[in-house]
C-alpha cells in the first residue's frame, strides 16, 4: 500500500503556473503507474494526466494537453504536475492517485490509492 500527500496549490491569476507535487511514503511509487485527478466545484471527479512507472510514457486529459506536464522522479517518490496557462476553467481540487495494478493502459488508469487533495483556484 502507498500513502499519497499533495502539495503546491494555491492560488493563481490567470494565465500563470503552479507545480504541484505528490509524495510517496509507504510501498515505493515506483511500483504504480501514477495519475492526476481533479473536480471542480459542482462537478465530477475527472482525470488530468497519467504517467507509467518507467516515466517514459505520459497521457493527458484533451483539454490539459499542451499546458500541463506531468513527471515523476521514482529516486525521491514523487510525482509532479507542472500547470501553465492556467484557465478560469481549471480550478479544482487536485488529487494524486496510484494504480496498483502491474501493467496498465494509461487511457484507462485508475485511482487505488488517492492523496487529500490539493486546491487550485485560479482569478481573472
Known amino acids: 500500500q502507498v500513502q499519497l500527500v499533495e502539495s503546491g496549490g494555491g492560488l493563481v491569476q490567470a494565465g500563470g503556473s503552479l507545480r504541484l507535487s505528490c509524495a510517496a511514503s509507504?510501498?515505493?511509487?515506483?511500483?504504480?503507474?501514477m495519475a492526476w485527478f481533479r473536480q471542480g466545484p459542482g462537478k465530477e471527479r475527472e482525470f488530468v494526466a497519467a504517467?507509467?512507472?518507467?516515466?517514459?510514457?505520459?497521457y493527458y486529459a484533451d483539454y490539459v494537453k499542451g499546458r500541463f506536464t506531468i513527471a515523476r522522479d521514482n529516486a525521491k517518490n514523487t510525482v509532479s504536475l507542472q500547470m501553465n496557462s492556467l484557465k478560469p476553467e481549471d480550478p479544482a481540487i487536485y488529487y494524486c492517485?496510484?494504480?496498483?495494478?502491474?501493467?496498465?493502459?494509461?487511457?484507462?488508469?485508475?485511482?487505488?490509492?488517492w492523496g487529500q487533495g490539493t486546491q487550485v483556484t485560479v482569478s481573472s
Open positions: 509507504g510501498r515505493s511509487s515506483s511500483n504504480y503507474a
Open positions: 504517467i507509467r512507472q518507467s516515466g517514459v510514457t505520459t
Open positions: 492517485a496510484a494504480d496498483r495494478r502491474r501493467i496498465v493502459a494509461l487511457t484507462t488508469i485508475r485511482g487505488d490509492y
